[in-house]
T-cell receptor, first 113, second 112 residues
Framework: DVKVTQSSRYLVKRTGEKVFLECVQD?????MFWYRQDPGLGLRLIYFSYDVKMKEKGDIPEGYSVSREKKERFSLILESASTNQTSMYLC????????????FGEGSRLTVL | GENVEQHPSTLSVQEGDSAVIKCTYSDSASNYFPWYKQELGKRPQLIIDIRSNVGEKKDQRIAVTLNKTAKHFSLHITETQPEDSAVYFCANSGAGSYQLTFGKGTKLSVIP
């Protein structure tokens, strides 16, 4: 069974703080993704990575950055958290480009006060 | 970028009835169309997918149909059961793309 683990299920941060969301997958998948989920807006792609040290912007990259130093780990960074970044963040991985099943983590619910 | 419209946003059906969720897309190069189910408090999981060289695919009580000419695809659930209650997301991607574009989701409620 593929396992995608997000380090924090719930976080509360203050405006301006730097926030790290960590994601680890155990199936040697090439591709990893960070999505943001908000009610009525579905899943929106923030960033993705198809290889170590590679990253590509998704649909809503503003205010975020990512790091992929190792194949199994993909981190989402909020350099200076803002209240409009309060959301559920979902990490996912996939083996295949384009037609591969996405395996999601449990999600990290971030509240920025 | 690609735009995926999903309807309806909410759907209530009686147990045993059928449910249909429809998605339309804009990118004619799209060739992969998955559907994900997200139960309350849980992660989204793939339930069925279809590729552009196939018009219909079935898996027990669920089926997906694709009309490439009209650029829409639909999820059909027959004989609905309370455990089908969840949020369903359609998605698509184009050839050579790593990126799935998701619809906004449909909250399905199956009333016992």
């Amino acid at each position: 069974d593929v396992k995608v683990t997000q380090s924090s299920r719930y976080l509360v941060k203050r405006t301006g703080e730097k926030v790290f969301l960590e994601c680890v997958q155990d199936m040697d998948h090439e591709n990893m993704f960070w999505y943001r989920q908000d009610p009525g807006l579905g899943l929106r792609l923030i960033y993705f990575s198809y290889d170590v040290k590679m990253k590509e912007k998704g649909d809503i990259p503003e205010g975020y950055s990512v790091s992929r130093e190792k194949k199994e780990r993909f981190s989402l960074i909020l350099e200076s958290a803002s209240t409009n970044q309060t959301s559920m963040y979902l990490c996912a991985s996939s083996l295949l480009q384009n037609t591969g099943e996405l395996f999601f983590g449990e999600g990290s619910r971030l509240t920025v006060l | 970028g690609e735009n995926v419209e999903q309807h309806p946003s909410t759907l209530s059906v009686q147990e045993g009835d059928s449910a249909v969720i429809k998605c339309t897309y804009s990118d004619s190069a799209s060739n992969y169309f998955p559907w994900y189910k997200q139960e309350l408090g849980k992660r989204p999981q793939l339930i069925i997918d279809i590729r552009s060289n196939v018009g219909e695919k079935k898996d027990q009580r669920i089926a997906v149909t694709l009309n490439k000419t009209a650029k829409h695809f639909s999820l059909h659930i027959t004989e609905t059961q309370p455990e089908d209650s969840a949020v369903y997301f359609c998605a698509n991607s184009g050839a050579g793309s790593y990126q799935l574009t998701f619809g906004k989701g449909t909250k399905l409620s199956v009333i016992p």
